[in-house]
């Protein structure tokens, strides 16, 4: 018989999804075991430590691994539920959609499923991907029986269920935000929906299938980057028209059905940036306009690189005696978005590994949320506020809350990407 309540489950992947998501059941006294492949991080959330940033998640893990809810492992132990929150990347150039984790993830847990188990894939994925994991755990457990050759009388129940949260929020929407769940049949999605009603108190929808639920998130997320790809193609006609794109766009959202979103460097992580490219992906033909939007948006950083040049072209023909070698450049944040640690697909470190690359004088980083640069910048150096305060040239990435309370007093040029000290 199917459990009216779980009391027993498995998150594959402890990641910025999973491991908030695993403790936030641990949280509700279900005890959960969590598999990722990545020893070190297994290691310190068995301490009660986290391995990433995310407000008051320390907390949740400690206690919960405390009161012995919580445990990691790098090997999938049996379960009621598993849950796969492993990352899907693209592969080669043309943003082909990278199932493989989502895969290597099925062979592992295939071992242990037993019948009445429920999988529900959390990982956002492309149109179809939730029916390739029931083909390949079929394949690997041909004595069970799945969704697409048994329907409702099937032994494992299969649903997607994808994360709607937004980091450095995500203990508090977790639990607040709706949830979209797609099951491959009726009772895969009631199921799904017992399970995460154990902490979700927004509503659970339920959609016809999972692809469904699938698009649902790449639509969700595809929307916001056109919106976004317009402000950051407002702001660089402004530049070229000089205009000052803040002000023309505080004016334009005084229009009672006008709401211009604020450009950037870019736009970054693992969502945003990546799910309208799974939508092109299943209609490359038919996805013209969020081709174009993910084009600009991609092309953003390049476009602040070259504004970075132009001014130490400046700099050095209002300084003959100097030569790039001499200039400075500070730059402020590298991470994806405002207060947080997380340098996913960051257009801001992109824009900085490029510039350290090609710029032969220093580059400077204050980053307030990281502690150690990445390997992708040897020539740079992280700094304080204080200590960038003598560049000869500053550029505004990210606007984090520091750099919102503080501007570096100086009488150097300021490149804002964000509007916070140039406004």
Not at 175 to 199: E, K, Q, W
Not at 202 to 228: Q, Y
Request: one cysteine or more; a negative charge.
């Amino acid at each position: 018989m199917e459990p009216k309540r779980f009391s027993q489950i498995s998150i594959i992947g402890l990641g910025y999804i999973g491991l908030p998501t695993a403790a936030m059941f641990a949280s509700r006294k279900i005890k959960v075991v969590g598999v990722d492949v990545n020893q070190s991080a297994v290691d310190t959330i068995n301490r009660g430590e986290i391995h990433i940033i995310e407000p008051d998640l320390d907390m949740v893990v400690h206690a919960a691994v405390s009161q012995g809810y919580l445990r990691a492992t790098t090997v999938a132990e049996p379960a009621e539920a598993f849950l796969i929150a492993v990352p899907t990347p693209f592969k080669g150039d043309n943003h082909e959609p990278d199932l493989r984790y989502i895969e290597a993830a099925c062979k592992s847990i295939a071992p242990v499923l037993q019948a009445g188990n429920l999988v529900v894939l959390e990982s956002t994925s492309p149109v179809g991907a939730t029916e390739s994991m029931a083909g390949w755990l079929a394949a690997a457990r041909p004595d069970l029986s799945f969704p697409q050759n048994a329907g409702e009388l099937s032994d494992i129940r299969i649903a997607h269920c994808p994360e709607r949260v937004l980091p450095g929020k995500v203990m508090q929407e977790l639990i607040t935000n709706d949830r979209v769940i797609g099951g491959m049949t009726p009772r895969c999605s009631t199921l799904a929906a017992t399970l995460y009603s154990s902490f979700v108190s927004g509503e659970c929808f339920t959609a016809s299938s999972p692809r469904v639920a699938e698009m649902a998130k790449l639509t969700e997320n595809s929307f916001r980057d056109v919106n976004i790809a317009f402000a950051n193609e407002l702001s660089i006609i402004c530049d070229r028209l000089d205009i000052n794109v803040w002000e023309l766009i505080r004016l334009a959202n005084r229009h009672p059905r006008v709401n211009v979103l604020q450009p950037g460097a870019g736009v970054g992580g693992h969502c945003i940036a990546c799910d309208p490219w799974f939508i092109v992906s299943s209609a490359p033909e038919d996805a013209k306009l969020i081709r174009t939007a993910r084009e600009v948006n991609d092309s953003k950083p390049h476009w602040v690189i070259a504004k970075v040049e132009a001014e130490i072209a400046a700099f050095l023909k209002s300084n003959a005696t100097k030569s790039a070698e001499d200039v400075t450049v500070a730059c402020y944040g590298i991470a994806f978005k405002p207060d947080i640690d997380d340098l996913r697909d960051s257009p801001a470190l992109e824009i900085v590994q490029s510039l350290s690359a090609s710029h032969s004088g220093k580059v400077l980083v204050v980053e307030p949320n990281i502690e150690a640069l990445p390997k992708t910048l040897p020539n740079a150096e992280l700094v304080s506020m204080l200590d960038a305060a003598e560049a000869d040239l500053h550029v505004l990435l990210v606007d984090h809350k520091y750099f919102r309370a503080l501007k570096p007093n100086t009488t150097a040029p300021i490149i804002d990407t964000r509007g916070i000290w140039t406004q």
